[in-house]
């Protein structure tokens, strides 16, 4: 039994019950399963590489490498 054969009988399982206290276990546990995928996937930056980022940005304002927030919104605004 594949993985979208197993959810789709666990749902069919599931759905026999009318017990709100299994309803609010199952909630429970998918709210922290969510909570250590989130957790998973967020990496904190380093302090060397936040203070890149941030000389980039400086880089980028000095060379002149950016966009105005009125140029921005005219640009966005042509995507239509």
Do not use: C
């Amino acid at each position: 039994m594949d993985i979208q054969e197993r959810k789709i009988h666990f749902i069919q399982e599931f759905l026999k019950y009318s017990n709100d206290n299994l309803l609010s276990k199952f909630e429970a546990m998918l709210q922290q399963e969510r909570e250590k995928s989130f957790e998973n996937e967020i990496k904190p930056m380093t302090l060397k590489e936040y203070e890149g980022r941030i000389d980039r940005a400086l880089d980028d304002v000095k060379n002149n490498k950016i966009v105005s927030a009125r140029d921005l919104k005219i640009e966005i605004a042509a995507w239509k």
